[in-house]
């Protein structure tokens, strides 16, 4: 497959060729003050995505087409970017070594997103199959249909060993990681901790008004009536439903005994190479 910086390149549905779209992003010009959450995908892009546009809006007012629009791999025309105001809230599923340089130079503030890797196979199958012509089973998922040259659940180390190895060589730069998990158990809190690290510290009050009015229940009651960004219409004329379930442990629903005891052989692989970071959660 195709490489960049070292890095294999993921599907971009964008009008550019993938290479002179990743060289555009890691050109980009980025500015002190923006905040890019990074994560594999079905991690929660989308929930924490919200949760900053209120924090830094300072209204708990559903913004819903924050993440289409601002996610690097998916912008086709990223001079758009330049349009927004401060703080610019980006987002993006490249690994480390293909964000833009000027992130790091600039010491650009970044949200990482984990999920237990069961759920996020399990949200990843779901999504992956509602684009499909063709449905496909968990069972041929597990085993890496139909993702081909695509996202596979596998990359998902990759993902997290490469956002470490970034973190080691860069201890300066600032990241808060926030697993799934803790914020479905204790949003206000998370939230709380996420006001201060991006240099806005919001009151208990506010920030237990935030964790309300993003619950599962009322992203996903707005989500359907957003406006399609054209990004997401070239990839497919289907309208994505991002918002499934939203719970913790779904995977118990879905992998047979021999199914996840498979995947444990796999994760204990993977463990051997070092995960950079422990998910939440029975591994
Ligand atoms: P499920 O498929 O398990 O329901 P992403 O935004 O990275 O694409 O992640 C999508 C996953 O996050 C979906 O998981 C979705 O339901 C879940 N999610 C989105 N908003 C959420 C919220 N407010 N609370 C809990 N889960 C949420």
Redesign the pocket.
């Known amino acids: 497959g195709l490489l960049f910086n070292g890095v294999r390149v993921m599907k971009c549905p964008v009008k550019d060729d993938p290479m002179t779209h990743l060289k555009k992003i890691y050109d980009l010009p980025m500015r002190v003050d923006d905040i890019i959450i990074t994560?594999y995908?079905?991690?929660?892009?989308?929930?924490v995505a919200e949760i900053l546009h209120m924090l830094t809006s300072g209204a708990t007012e559903y913004s819903g087409r924050i993440k289409a629009y601002t996610m690097l791999e998916f912008c086709n025309d990223l001079t758009f970017l330049d349009t927004l105001t401060s703080p610019r809230l980006l987002n993006s599923h490249l690994y480390m070594a293909q964000l833009p340089r000027g992130m790091v130079d600039k010491k650009v503030k970044m949200v990482h997103?984990i999920r237990n890797p069961k759920?996020t196979a399990?949200?990843l199958y779901?999504?992956l199959n509602q684009s499909a012509s063709k449905q496909f089973t968990f069972d041929n998922f597990l085993k890496g249909y139909p993702c081909g040259d695509y996202i596979v659940f596998s990359q998902q180390f990759d993902y997290l060993r490469q956002m470490a190895e970034f973190e080691k060589s860069h201890p300066d730069h600032p990241i808060m990681h926030i697993h799934y998990e803790d914020l479905?158990q204790d949003p206000a809190a998370i939230i709380k901790e996420l006001s201060q690290f991006i240099g806005t510290p919001a009151s208990d009050d506010f920030c237990q008004r935030v964790a309300a009015a993003?619950?599962?229940s009322n992203?996903k009651k707005v989500d359907p009536t957003r406006e399609r960004p054209e990004c997401l219409r070239l990839l497919t004329e289907k309208r994505l439903e991002?918002?499934?379930?939203?719970?913790v442990g779904?995977w118990k629903n879905h992998f047979t005994v021999a199914q996840s005891e498979a995947f444990d052989e796999f994760l204990a692989e993977q463990k051997q190479k070092g995960f950079g970071f422990t998910p939440r959660g029975e591994l």
């Open positions: 994560a995908p079905k991690c929660g892009t989308h929930w997103m759920d399990v949200s779901h999504h479905k993003c619950c599962f992203m991002i918002y499934r379930k939203g719970v779904d």
